[in-house]
Nanobody, 129 residues
Framework: QVQLLESGGGLVQAGGSLRISCAVSGRAFSDHALAWFRQAPGKEREFVAG???????YYADSVKGRFAISRDNALKTMSLQMNSLKPDDTAVYYC???????????????????????WGQGTQVTVSS
């Protein structure tokens, strides 16, 4: 059974940086698109960043220019480098994987929660002011 395991969350001051990662068990890692979502207390889960099989990247407007998503197909990991963090970035961050998909993806597909069928347990990121 496929498992997604997030790591690297923690407490950081505003303006600081943090890198979170997602390790994916199972086979055919490169056949799937991946993404990060987050959920803050009292709010709905929202898309943060996604990366397609081709390496195309997609970002929410709120993190564009500050966050960078990457994947390593050989190590079967995905990472999110978060810079210039703000208190509004405080949330539980979830790693998500699509079913097997085409090599190229549309932005609307990547940003939709319904596109993803496997989720991690989440890692807490807290940004203090």
């Amino acid at each position: 059974q496929v498992q997604l395991l997030e790591s690297g969350g923690g407490l950081v001051q505003a303006g600081g940086s943090l890198r979170i990662s997602c390790a994916v068990s199972g086979r055919a890692f490169s056949d799937h698109a991946l993404a990060w979502f987050r959920q803050a207390p009292g709010k709905e889960r929202e898309f943060v960043a996604g990366i397609s099989r081709s390496g195309g990247t997609y970002y929410a407007d709120s993190v564009k220019g500050r966050f960078a998503i990457s994947r390593d197909n050989a190590l079967k990991t995905m990472s999110l480098q978060m810079n210039s963090l703000k208190p509004d970035d405080t949330a539980v961050y979830y790693c998500a994987r699509t079913p097997r998909v085409a090599y190229y993806a549309t932005q609307s597909y990547m940003m939709s929660q319904s596109s993803y069928d496997t989720w991690g347990q989440g890692t807490q990121v807290t940004v203090s002011s």
